[in-house]
């Protein structure tokens, strides 16, 4: 019998991941990576069109969202935006940008936090963790309308 205490895995976590091309998607998913953090690691779940968005948040527990600002026909914003006015308890969610200066325009899609291209993966692994930390610790996100589940 040993006396060393098993350490707990990291916690998982599951990252929708929008944008109607491909290769955004992939790019998106190399800067967060699997393990943004030691005590994290996530599964990503994608969609390349808002109802295919919809169909997964109704369907699965989605603890964030991470959306392609430049997406088209339906941008990372207005998907943002719809999520935050038709779900009561959205996910929080996180718009990477081609400019810094939308970030005005995603403060009104009620987005928790922004990303600019060319994505950081320092930074957006930074980003990631701390909003899937603040997750955890049950902070509230935007539009959600002061309740969670």
């Not at 369907?59 to 600002?69: F, P, S």
């Amino acid at each position: 019998m040993s006396d060393a205490k098993a350490t707990p895995g990291p916690d998982t976590y599951t990252v929708l991941l929008y944008s109607d091309d491909i290769a955004v998607r992939d790019r998106i998913r190399m800067a967060i990576g699997t393990r943004p953090a030691l005590d994290l690691a996530v599964e990503f779940v994608d969609a390349s069109t808002w109802e295919e968005c919809r169909i997964i948040l109704d369907k699965y527990e989605i603890d964030l969202m991470v959306l392609d600002g430049e997406a088209t026909p339906a941008g990372g914003l207005g998907i943002a935006r719809q999520t935050k006015d038709e779900y009561a308890t959205p996910p929080p969610i996180c718009v990477v940008l081609a400019r810094a200066a939308d970030r005005w325009l995603a403060a009104y899609a009620q987005v928790d936090q922004t990303l600019t291209y060319p994505l950081d993966p320092v930074t957006t692994g930074q980003t990631i963790a701390a909003m899937l930390r603040a997750r955890r610790n049950g902070a509230i996100p935007l539009g959600t309308l002061g309740h969670l589940g």
